[in-house]
């Protein structure tokens, strides 16, 4: 059954409820990969996320459609080519960083579908629109750190 076929029959606060769940498997994820990594960057960098993610939440649970911003983030797409690395080992920093950039995309990519599904409602369209850019902001800012960190010239 398709995502959109689940949805359409879903309160609002059904769909936030669907949108916290995504999230907060973000949060889990980053959280074991945190106490599995023996890197001490790669730790940080999961608390960073687990910290992201768990503002994702936060957001969701006192979302104001009101404070929408309507600033379209830039898509650097410096991941969109690497391969995503196995959760089933430690990972290192840079790694961690191709993982969380990837994941955003693809939370981005779901609500962007979301939007389009609701494309009448503009209220639930606006919402998702902005749940896509806010999960874009931050893969643009996960792949610039990549960029500073590891695309250095020279």
Known sequence: MALSDIIKNM????IIKLCCDQEQEAVNLYTELRNRATDDAAKLKFQELVDMETQHLVNLQT??????M????ANLKVTDYLTEPSKDRNLTTQEALILAAKREDKTAKLYQDLAHFF???VELNTFFQMMADEELRHKH??????EDEFLQEG
């Open 119 to 121: 494309k009448d409602n």
């Open 11 to 14: 309160s609002f606060d059904e």
């Open 63 to 68: 979302f104001e459609i009101e404070k929408y």
């Open 70 to 73: 309507d600033l379209p983030p």
């Open 141 to 146: 800012d996960l792949e610039t750190e990549y």
